[in-house]
Nanobody
Framework: SLQLVESGGGSVQSGGSLRLSCVGS????????MGWFRKEREGVATIIGN????HYSDSVKGRFTASRDSAKNILYLDMTNLKPEDTAMYYC??????????????????WGQGTQVTVSS
């Protein structure tokens, strides 16, 4: 099993920045992929495999940067130029199965409880 705990959410004004963190515990080895999702499990960013191939949704590309410490199951999301439409609960997810495509919410087994991000105009 793997427990994921997100932190770093908060309230900011439009144009502001936040850094989300997700710390995993319960496994002695790193997940094959990790990702950030929001709202109705919309994919924000996923990091896959040993080379950390990263995918972003079009709505955040150029503004958000995902990174991870794969050995420790720690995931980050640096969010800049935040917009009101970025307001959502953000969830961290992880998957250990190397056959997973790691793109949609259904591809991930382990989930955190979420951290709220609110952006005011």
């Amino acid at each position: 099993s793997l427990q994921l705990v997100e932190s770093g959410g908060g309230s900011v004004q439009s144009g502001g920045s936040l850094r989300l963190s997700c710390v995993g515990s319960g496994r002695s080895y790193g997940a094959y992929c990790m990702g950030w999702f929001r709202k109705e499990r919309e994919g924000v960013a996923t990091i896959i495999g040993n080379d950390d191939t990263t995918h972003y949704s079009d709505s955040v590309k150029g503004r958000f940067t995902a990174s991870r410490d794969s050995a420790k199951n720690i995931l980050y999301l640096d969010m800049t130029n935040l917009k009101p439409e970025d307001t959502a609960m953000y969830y961290c997810a992880a998957e250990f199965w190397v056959g997973s495509p790691c793109r949609a919410a259904a591809d991930f087994t382990y989930w955190g409880q979420g951290t709220q991000v609110t952006v005011s105009s």
